[in-house]
């Protein structure tokens, strides 16, 4: 077994997709951080100038009010230690797409080179050979979040002396670095799921077509939660097709995700669209940590199932 994970990481680190994502990933992180500095920076003036000009405007306050909670939460994010986990989950905004489209290239190398054959043939063992390519590739995905961890702490006091006059501390750098084990916690999931389309594509291609559209759909259905929530707040029941594609959204991966790795903070930029969705409907969007982590451990095990179903069933003898 060890000697199929080293033979599987060795290949891995040695593919050229792996290490263009990571170096696109780490670019990626450091313009997203400085990004929302430069957020941070447009906040406090819009603040300021409210505060300045005394608006009793209704609207206008309701604005500000959230302008100001996002503000002590970007505030938060971007000081040192807290900017280390905040680092990570900013990452997976591209990080899951890049995980996906890794896993199924790799995935799905030994059907379409014809090499699952003799890899069995040596008694390998397809069971033996699913588990050792899930762990490779769960491997794989540790050093990016290690990537990015170191990353963030080496940008942290940077970013932190942008942001807070307060001096440097290390309180709190547990929970950040818990944050980032959370990350490569959750990576799993994805990793199952699209496992499963490159086993049971055996081509690279239709694997990650299939996987970045179910990712993209994930993604989509997130950004649909402040127009659901402007419509609830206009409407006395929401369409039963609205309903629908909440509930769709509450059972994804990307979902699950998303409230796991927000255990105990508030989830800011969508928060106000998940509240009022579910000061509706609480059973619409469940928020609870431990459903997340269920969530994402029964979909890991669903789709390794099934993938190792469908390999004990597939005729390799003729494979070239």
Known sequence: MRRLIAAQWIRIRRHWLGRMLLILLLAVLAVQLDGRVD????????????????LDDAMVAMFIESYRVEAEALQENLSFPSVIGYGVRLATDFGWFFLVALVAVVGGEDCKRGTLRPLLARGAGRGRYLAAGFLSLWLASAVGVAAVTLLSAALGPGLHAQVSDAPLALAGLGEALLGAFRVWLAGAAFIAATLFWAVLARRPGPALGVSIVLQFIGFGLGTMLPFVALTGSLMSRLPAALTALIRLHSITISYGADIFLHWGIPIVKPAGAVGAIVMADSSMLPVSPWRALAFLLGYTALFLAWTAWILHRRDVTHQT
């Open 39 to 54: 957020r941070l920076a447009f906040l406090n003036e819009r603040i300021q100038a409210a505060e300045e000009n005394r």
